[in-house]
């Protein structure tokens, strides 16, 4: 793929695009040129996102799906295949929220919620895609993980297990998919600013409330990155410039140095 062919022709899927990082990688994508279409379960805000990113001149289109439901990613690869006949980029950003809380006491359907949501979606959005990529000879695949999936952090057991699960994918989809010329890596924030970061906290405290516990905020506080900065490290993955870099996971934003500062912060 040659930085021409991605200006003018390339066309790319966000997963989760109606807000949040979803929404900043789309909008940096779509600056770029080609075609981006953005999903989301949500069918009125990725309306909106993509109605916000074609005032800013993108070709973008919008399509309802709930991802974690294979039979819709099917039919909305199928109608990406139709429309453009072609997928270079596929970027998976879905995550969803779970509710935090202890191991004893999580409910089977949080877990069961959280493997739907963060780890089926990856693999039926990828599947779907290398359907259409494999013939070709080409394509990008960028996963969203988390420092949450490389060490663990208390109450968000759910999260992490997701997160640290698409990272092994990741790497197996780069090794079975390298004959192919198809190339997989994986982002690991370790925090975006924004609503869902917001709810987060909140839903935290409250945790730790309930358990007659306080949240041990670091000092000084991390620095969460913005939506677009992670849209910028999608953008030179999906470019020729990383055409070397292929199976990795690439550790962004303000993090913990090591698995154990997770629970002592003064190491």
């Known amino acids: 793929m040659t930085q021409e062919i991605a200006r003018t022709g390339r066309v790319v899927l966000v997963t989760g ?29 990725v309306e909106n996102a993509a109605a916000r990113l074609r005032e800013q001149g993108g070709k973008v289109r919008a399509l309802a799906c709930d991802v974690s439901d294979e039979n819709a990613v099917d039919g909305m690869m ?32 949080d877990w069961h919620h959280a493997l739907r ?39 968000r057991s759910a999260y992490g297990a997701t997160k640290a699960a698409i990272i092994n994918f990741t790497q197996t989809t780069a090794m079975e998919n390298r004959k192919h010329n198809i190339r997989a890596n994986c982002l690991a924030p370790g925090g975006v600013a924004g609503e869902r970061m917001k ?22 506080p991390r620095q969460l990155l913005e939506p677009e900065a992670v849209g910028r490290y999608v953008a030179w993955l999906a470019s020729d410039a990383s055409r ?9 934003g303000d993090t913990d140095r090591s698995p154990l500062q997770a629970l002592f912060p003064d190491l």
Do not use: W
């Open 199 to 220: 709810i987060l906290g909140t839903l935290m405290a409250e945790a730790a409330a309930e358990n007659g516990g306080a949240i041990d905020y670091p000092d000084p």
């Open 244 to 252: 070397d870099v292929n199976g990795q996971v690439l550790v962004i």
């Open 17 to 45: 695009a109606g807000r949040g990082a979803g929404l900043g990688i789309a909008t940096v994508l779509a600056a770029e040129g080609g075609h981006v279409v953005i999903c989301d379960i949500d069918g009125a805000a």
């Open 117 to 155: 949501t963060n780890l089926d979606s990856v693999m039926f959005c990828t599947r779907a895609a290398l359907r259409l990529m494999i013939p070709r000879r080409s394509g990008v695949i960028v996963n969203i993980a988390s420092i949450n999936g490389m060490r663990g952090f208390p109450q």
């Open 78 to 109: 199928a109608e990406i295949g139709r429309l453009h006949g072609r997928l270079d980029v596929l970027v998976n950003a879905v995550a969803g929220l779970d509710p935090p809380g202890p191991i004893a006491g999580m409910a089977t359907k």
